[in-house]
Nanobody, 122 residues
Framework: QVQLVESGGGLVQTGGSLKLSCVFS????????VGWFRQAPGKERDFVAS????????YYADSVKGQFTISRDNAKNTVYLQMNSLNPEDTAVYYC???????????????WGQGTQVTVSS
């Protein structure tokens, strides 16, 4: 059974930063493309960023380019999402997900974490 566990969420003021982590349970972690998605109350789950299995290629939603940075450490089976200059519009539950190829589409991902709440106060 594949498990992904997110951490690092919390409450932060506007302009602050958070770094999310997603730990992957399988040793085959390095074979998977990993994405971050977010879902605000009453809204759809939106693509935020993703990283290739090697870590060399990264993809971002236009809304977070230059603000968020995705990275991975295959030795630690972990993907990170560094979020800077946060604003209330970034408030959402953030999920990491994995699949065996790049995609920006949530339904194409095979494995999901339970999510971590990020709340940005004004």
């Amino acid at each position: 059974q594949v498990q992904l566990v997110e951490s690092g969420g919390g409450l932060v003021q506007t302009g602050g930063s958070l770094k999310l982590s997603c730990v992957f349970s399988r040793r085959t972690f390095r074979n998977y493309h990993v994405g971050w998605f977010r879902q605000a109350p009453g809204k759809e789950r939106d693509f935020v960023a993703s990283v290739s299995s090697s870590g060399y290629s990264t993809y971002y939603a236009d809304s977070v380019k230059g603000q968020f940075t995705i990275s991975r450490d295959n030795a630690k089976n972990t993907v990170y999402l560094q979020m800077n200059s946060l604003n209330p519009e970034d408030t959402a539950v953030y999920y990491c997900a994995a699949r065996t190829g790049p995609s920006r589409v949530a339904v194409e991902y095979d494995y999901w974490g339970q999510g971590t709440q990020v709340t940005v106060s004004s």
